[in-house]
């Protein structure tokens, strides 16, 4: 979504359309952000997922619990990314300060879900190469996010790898862990990670891939050249 900002309508993109007060108003959206970061330094429990995620997830500004994360400001509700966005702060800050607010309120529980990341990862290890194989390929084609991992993406597919074939139980725990998505995360960038791995050293599975990539440039082509002629 795009507003106009005065009378040179200057546009600023915006994610979810949540706007800092009516149009013309002077309003201080950094002064915003900070009333944000003290309401989740005196009720941190209430923020306790989108702090988990800021610990957790190896790119928490790339999280969906962060894309939609919402504070109440007076009788208004509003969006942390487009308050964000509109206050010309960093991401990097408003995190490293959420960050900092984790830490010092939910340590322990952080190590115990880092933990459950590491048994995560030791189940995938432990998995036969040609059960584990099959499940590689779809991490390694998807393309870069803006110069980053696409980690939504990541998420899904690993969700998906794990229902399969992960013991049950462990995925039982992952998926009611409040930091479940960062989890995801963490196990669809150690599947990509090694798929990279796997393509250097097994000739056959680079052939693969080769194959794979080919016919998803085929399938792009297709696509488009369909869209072509559906236009007027």
Avoid: C
């Avoid at 803006?146 to 790898?161: C, D, I, N, T, V």
Wanted: net charge positive; aromatic share 6%; charged share 25%.
């Amino acid at each position: 979504m795009y507003i106009n900002t005065g009378a040179e309508s200057v546009q600023i993109p915006m994610v979810h359309g949540s706007v800092s007060g009516t149009l013309g108003e002077d309003v201080d959206s950094k002064k915003i952000i900070n009333d944000f970061l003290n309401q989740v330094r005196r009720n941190p429990q209430s923020f306790k997922k989108l702090l988990l995620i800021v610990a957790l997830h190896p790119m928490p500004d790339d999280s969906r619990i962060g894309e939609k994360q919402t504070f109440t400001l007076g009788k208004e509700t509003r969006y942390l990314v487009d308050e964000i966005l509109m206050s010309g702060l960093s991401t990097a800050f408003v995190v490293t300060v959420l960050k900092r607010y984790s830490d010092a309120n939910f340590s322990r529980q952080i190590k115990d879900e880092a933990h459950l990341q590491i048994k995560m990862i030791l189940a995938t290890q432990n998995l036969n190469k040609t059960v584990l194989q099959p499940f590689l390929y779809d991490p390694l084609l998807l393309p870069m996010s803006g110069g980053g991992l696409p980690y939504k993406e990541l998420s899904r597919l690993a969700r998906h790898f794990a229902q399969h074939m992960l013991p049950g139980d462990l995925v039982q725990r992952i998926m009611n862990s409040d930091a479940s998505e960062a989890h995801f995360a963490h196990l669809g960038s150690y599947l990509r990670s090694h798929a990279e791995t796997l393509q250097k050293k097994d000739p056959h599975f680079k052939r693969q891939v080769e194959i794979a990539r080919k016919w998803q440039r085929e399938l792009e082509q297709r696509r488009k050249q369909q869209g072509t002629k559906k236009a007027p």
